[in-house]
T-cell receptor
């Protein structure tokens, strides 16, 4: 059974810092991995999707990397802003592709102005 | 539609009552997923549809929970004899079927409170 761990559970940084959120998973037989953002009381917004054949994906100030063999992914946020404050969730997708995601508990990020 | 929509956004009910939660997926998405998220936790899978049929319902916690998708588009999650422990945010997601990368898109959720 896939288990996902996200470290740290919570993080508070001053505005402008670069930061790294970590995600580890126990079953490396994944098809893809998605990173999501969740604002309080809201649904999930997809940030980046990395397919198993890829090493990284970039979108603006966000960069996600994937090391499938070691069961790790990182989300790098450059020049953090207060608007980045949210919970970040990673979710590997099973090897069969179009199947349910397995989520970690998330990292709660606060960026202080 | 432009995105996944869910109704109602909030539902308060009394213990023992029956509730229905609705999900409208992105137009053309034939895969539909229901997840449940408790406070401080990540979403947990409940049931997954390919078209009209439930491809995987292994996440449903017990037989009080049931979901349908009769025309392969809108889905309804039904909970009978609600219990206080059913209080959570119920999330729906959809994706394209049959072609990668199988990115899932989520709705805003329905917050269910059982008193």
């Amino acid at each position: 059974k896939q288990e996902v761990t996200q470290i740290p559970a919570a993080l508070s940084v001053p505005e402008g810092e670069n930061l790294v959120l970590n995600c580890s998973f126990t079953d490396s037989a994944i098809y893809n991995l998605q990173w999501f953002r969740q604002d309080p009381g809201k649904g999930l917004t997809s940030l980046l999707l990395i397919q198993s054949s890829q090493r990284e994906q970039t979108s603006g100030r966000l960069n996600a990397s994937l090391d499938k063999s070691s069961g790790r992914s990182t989300l790098y946020i450059a020049a953090s802003q207060p608007g980045d404050s949210a919970t970040y969730l990673c979710a590997p997708g099973p090897n069969s592709g179009n199947t349910p995601l397995v989520f970690g508990k998330g990292t709660r990020l606060s960026v202080i102005a | 539609g432009a995105g996944v929509s869910q109704t109602p956004s909030n539902k308060v009910t009394e213990k023992g009552k029956y509730v229905e939660l609705r999900c409208d997926p992105i137009s053309g998405h034939t895969a539909l997923y229901w997840y449940r998220q408790s406070l401080g936790q990540g979403p947990e899978f409940l049931i997954y549809f390919q078209g009209t049929g439930a491809a995987d319902d292994s996440g449903l916690p017990n037989d009080r929970f049931f979901a349908v998708r009769p025309e392969g588009s809108v889905s309804t999650l039904k909970i009978q004899r609600t219990e206080r422990g059913d209080s959570a945010v119920y999330l729906c997601a959809s994706s394209l079927l049959g072609q990668g990368p199988y990115e899932q898109f989520f709705g805003p959720g329905t917050r269910l409170t059982v008193l």
